[in-house]
């Protein structure tokens, strides 16, 4: 005996799943592969059928059929809940980063909704709106990449929609961004000068020579401990780095000790005459104000450079020094009313080690003895500030053969 197929108002078959509600709109029911009920509605049999196909497609490339009310914020919360093995600052600040740009509005948006043009309108609405940094849209990224990534891994999405966005956005705004330079040698002459002389500044002169003339990041700087370096060998050990963030919780904000983020970062560096002389000027300087380190990190104490308090220096607190002095440095320079004076820049604490491995270039030093004095643990970024730097080189060298050429000429001319 045939089974009767149910049927529509039009009597249209309907396959199985297929239903016609009382109000006249279709639904289609169907079990994922975990056994989960689930449906889609429409107001018409073609429309409901397109649907259909969806919900196949979506089952044919694994992904899940619970994603229609899914959020990016929803996908977050479960990332946080997941990601293990990142450092404890690292972590507050995908955090911060977040709940402080995607969250409130691009974060609710439901995934099954998100395009690959979502991202990057909105990695520009943050760029040409906002006004951030593009060092602060690539935290934001790297942490809104690996939410969607989880997404995918879940089965929640086909591909992540983050992919290469970021590198657009770059390649978009290329001209929007000053690229980074290290201090001419007449600059950082200016500096050390400045600062060598007695006044309100010569006080930082120590902590900025070390940074000049080792290239360490600022946080092995502000971490380094007496025990941490040899006046005998002649050699300090970089096996830790200071940082400051915020911790959550009732500890908010605060100091902590990190080792490196990379194998290379832990390293011993040679320490040059004038590092040796900024470490003994720092410690009769100590001494004379009869300061000593009140700061105990993590179990780490006797920094070798503190504040007046005897607590470690703050990275904000050096870049801010560094804005001072060059202000001073220059209105100083000006005051002398030489014509076309070298003036300084602005700079910062990353500026100082860019200038030292740009010295440590024109020097010509080999570029793996390079990379294992700045740690890095990836060749391709020393390469990239060694071409930067060669490249400044080659226009230093070309302008001086001008000069030569044109002197020699003009002394031909002469002797005609």
């Known amino acids: 005996m045939a089974i009767e197929r149910r049927k529509d108002n039009k009597r249209r078959v309907l396959k199985e799943g297929e239903y016609q509600r009382a109000n006249g709109t279709f639904e289609y029911k169907w079990r ?10 429409a107001k018409t049999l073609d429309e409901l059928r397109e649907k259909e196909n969806d919900v196949l497609r979506d089952a044919l490339d694994g992904i899940r059929a619970d994603k229609n009310d899914l959020t990016i914020n929803d996908l977050y919360h479960r990332w946080v809940q997941l990601k293990k093995g990142l450092k404890a600052n690292t972590f507050q600040c ?5 709940t402080q740009y995607v969250e409130p509005s691009f974060g609710k948006i439901h995934i099954i909704d998100l395009k690959r043009s979502d991202v990057r ?3 520009n609405h943050l760029a040409d709106t906002q006004h951030l940094k593009a060092g602060t849209i690539d935290s934001i990224h790297t942490v809104l990449h690996q939410v969607l990534e989880l997404g995918v891994e879940d089965e929640y999405l086909r591909y992540n929609p983050a992919d290469n966005a970021l590198k657009e956005l770059k390649k978009a705004h290329n001209n929007d961004t000053e690229k980074k330079r290290a201090l001419t040698i007449p600059e950082q002459r200016l500096l050390e000068s400045f600062l060598a002389k007695q006044g309100q500044y010569h006080r930082w002169y120590p902590i900025f020579t070390v940074m000049l003339y080792t290239g360490m990041r600022v946080g092995e700087v502000t971490g380094l401990r007496w025990q941490d370096i040899d006046f005998e060998e002649g050699t300090i050990s970089v096996n830790h780095t200071l940082v400051y963030f915020d911790r959550g919780g009732a500890e908010k904000c605060g100091f902590a000790i990190n080792t490196p983020k990379t194998k290379a970062g832990e390293r011993t560096i040679p320490m040059l005459p004038k590092v040796r002389e900024a470490f003994i000027k720092e410690k009769e300087y100590q001494e004379e104000a009869e300061l000593s380190c009140n700061a105990v990190v993590d179990g780490y104490t006797d920094f070798i450079f503190i504040n007046r308090f005897g ?3 703050n990275q904000s607190t050096l870049n801010k020094a560094l804005r001072r002095i060059v202000r001073d440095c220059n209105y100083k320079v000006l005051d002398t009313g030489k014509k076309d004076p070298v003036l300084l820049p602005k700079i910062s604490n990353h500026t100082l080690r860019h200038t030292f491995t740009t010295r440590m270039c024109e020097a010509g030093v080999n570029i793996k003895a390079m990379q294992d004095i700045l740690g890095h643990a990836d060749a391709e970024t020393t390469l990239q500030i060694y071409a930067d730097a060669t490249k400044e080189l080659k226009k230093s060298e070309l302008i001086n053969f001008e000069d030569y050429f044109n002197a020699l000429k003009e002394e031909q001319e002469n002797d005609a």
Request: cysteine-free; hydrophobic content about 10%.
């Open 94 to 98: 995908y955090k911060y980063s977040y």
């Open 121 to 123: 309108t909105f990695y």
């Open 311 to 313: 607590n470690t220096q």
């Open 32 to 41: 994922d592969k975990r056994g989960k009920r689930h449906s889609v509605y």
